[in-house]
Every structure is written in C-alpha cells, then in structure tokens.
C-alpha cells in the first residue's frame, strides 16, 4: 500500500500572503496524484498546513472520491494547548477519519518524530508547504529524502 500513500507536512502559520496559491497548488497536486493511482492520505494533524491538507481530502471524500484518510497523531493528548476553536476543528476532522493511529499515547517531542517517520515509511510521496528551512517540517522532509519519497512543495 505504500506505493499509493501520500502524506503531507507543512508549517503550523503558512505565509498569509501564500495560502490561496497553496490551497490551489495542494488541489492540483492531489488531485494528479489521485489520478496516479493514490488512494490513501495520511495528516500529522497539527494545525496548520496539515489540517488544511487532511480538509481537502475530507472534501473530496465528501465529492465521491474513493479515497481514505489517515490520521498519524503524536499522542492522544496532541490538542491539549489549543484554543476552544482549533480543538474543535481537530475533533472534526478526526470524525471523518478513516483510520486515527496513535503512535504514543501522551504527546511529546518524541512522540512528533516517530508520527514523521512512521508517516514517511508508510508513503511512497509526501506534500509539504515548506517556505523556511529549519523546522519540523525540514527535518522530515530530510527523513523523506533519505527513504526515496517523491517530494512535491506546494509553496514553490
């Protein structure tokens, strides 16, 4: 199944300026990539590029595209910091999961890098939002890289 799995990473706060042209981009790419023959979408489900991502696959889903997506969350607990709204948005998206993986039960640093790698070994690609170097997204982007995953930036 990995050859048909996409995941995504992106930065928590996405360039205000920069999101209409992301959304465009991350449709465009999936919607290639569905066409290829990808079926299954895994978000990491922080806020931010993630949660936009994982929307616009529960979108399609919506549409009739016969499609899954998977959430690969650090802890159960991932939300705990977040206001009422975020929360409640992540509680939704999390309903319309098809499947939620928890790759430790409390959040914590650790638990961030095993939800990237096992996001990555499960993936054939990976759609990220990078526009800065030297973040979380940059440092599974390199994992990525190391495990030959089919790389595609939404904000070039």
């Given amino acids: 199944m990995r050859e048909r799995t996409?995941?995504?990473t992106?930065?928590?706060k996405l360039p205000k300026?920069?999101?209409?042209?992301?959304v465009i981009s991350l449709n465009r790419e999936v919607e290639r990539l569905i066409g290829e023959g990808v079926t299954t979408f895994i978000s990491g489900g922080?806020?931010?590029f993630d949660q936009v991502a994982a929307s616009l696959i529960v979108a399609k889903k919506h549409a009739g595209r016969d499609i899954r997506v998977v959430f690969a969350l650090p802890g159960r607990n991932h939300d705990d910091r977040w206001s009422a709204e975020q929360k409640q948005l992540?509680?939704?998206l999390l309903a319309e999961a098809d499947e939620i993986i928890y790759v430790s039960e409390k959040y914590a640093n650790s638990g961030?890098?095993?939800?990237n790698r096992y996001m990555v070994d499960g993936s054939a690609y990976c759609i990220c939002a990078r526009s800065y170097p030297v973040s979380g997204t940059d440092q599974m982007l390199k994992y990525a890289r190391q495990?030959?995953?089919?790389?595609?930036?939404v904000v070039e």
Avoid: W
């Avoid at 300026?17 to 992301?22: A, G, L, N």
């Avoid at 961030?112 to 939800?115: E, F, H």
């Fill in 6 to 8: 996409c995941c995504f």
């Fill in 46 to 48: 922080a806020l931010g």
């Fill in 17 to 22: 300026e920069k999101i209409e042209q992301i």
């Fill in 147 to 153: 495990k030959g995953l089919r790389i595609i930036n």
């Fill in 90 to 92: 992540y509680r939704n």
């Fill in 112 to 115: 961030i890098k095993k939800r």
């Fill in 10 to 12: 992106g930065h928590r």
